[in-house]
T-cell receptor, first 116, second 114 residues
């Protein structure tokens, strides 16, 4: 099966600019996650979708970050305006619902964002 | 609150040596899941193993083995006869039962020197 697809692979922007990342999960996976991984740290959950509904966005900085999964398939994460501390790798992951509440996550290769 | 501690930031071993990566967790849940993921230089996190809190049986998969001890809240990972391809960052993770909110540790970078 095809894996989780993310684009772009790299992005460099200046602070206060906006940026968007795209994710296409594995076909049939109901749950989609966006994680932020700052250099030298573990991934931190930003938002979790189940189909097109938000399950958890408690750690999403909602004043500047937004995400949507309108048709319950692919998803977009946006940052507007970006800050220097947003420099990180943004990872998308998906998992099937049938595997149970704690089925393993399947990750994409991530988007490396550099804010200058 | 959940917490995962991986005290070893970086480990270097010579090829064919055995190496153990430590993971200590904190949770108030009685049902929970523990995971190990591997992140090679390419960046994609790869699932290695999942364990639930009711199953303390150790597991072996080829050169990999995992030791789960609830008494010490530890879930350690051992690679036997390490190979250069094992070089990666390894993350231990924890999730409460019934909900997929996964908390990751800070990772241990393993370098296997040929």
């Amino acid at each position: 099966e095809a894996g989780v697809a993310q684009s772009p692979r790299y992005k460099i922007i200046e602070k206060r600019q906006s940026v968007a990342f795209w994710c296409n999960p594995i076909s049939g996976h109901a749950t989609l996650y966006w994680y932020q991984q700052i250099l030298g740290q573990g991934p931190k959950l930003l938002i979790q979708f189940q189909n097109n509904g938000v399950v958890d966005d408690s750690q999403l900085p909602k004043d500047r970050f937004s995400a949507e999964r309108l048709k319950g398939v692919d998803s977009t994460l946006k940052i507007q305006p970006a800050k220097l501390e947003d420099s990180a790798v943004y990872l998308c992951a998906s998992s099937p619902l049938r595997g149970g509440a704690n089925s393993p996550l399947h990750f994409g290769n991530g988007t490396r964002l550099t804010v200058t | 609150a959940q917490k995962v501690t991986q005290a070893q930031t970086e480990i270097s071993v010579v090829e064919k040596e055995d190496v153990t990566l430590d993971c200590v967790y904190e949770t108030r849940d009685t049902t929970y899941y523990l995971f190990w993921y591997k992140q090679p230089p390419s960046g994609e996190l790869v699932f290695l193993i999942r364990r639930n809190s009711f199953d303390e049986q150790n597991e072996i998969s080829g050169r990999y083995s995992w030791n789960f001890q609830k008494s010490t809240s530890s879930f350690n990972f051992t690679i036997t006869a390490s190979q250069v391809v094992d070089s990666a960052v390894y993350f231990c993770a924890l999730a409460p039962g019934g909900y997929q909110k996964v908390t990751f540790g800070t990772g241990t970078k393993l370098q296997v020197i040929p």
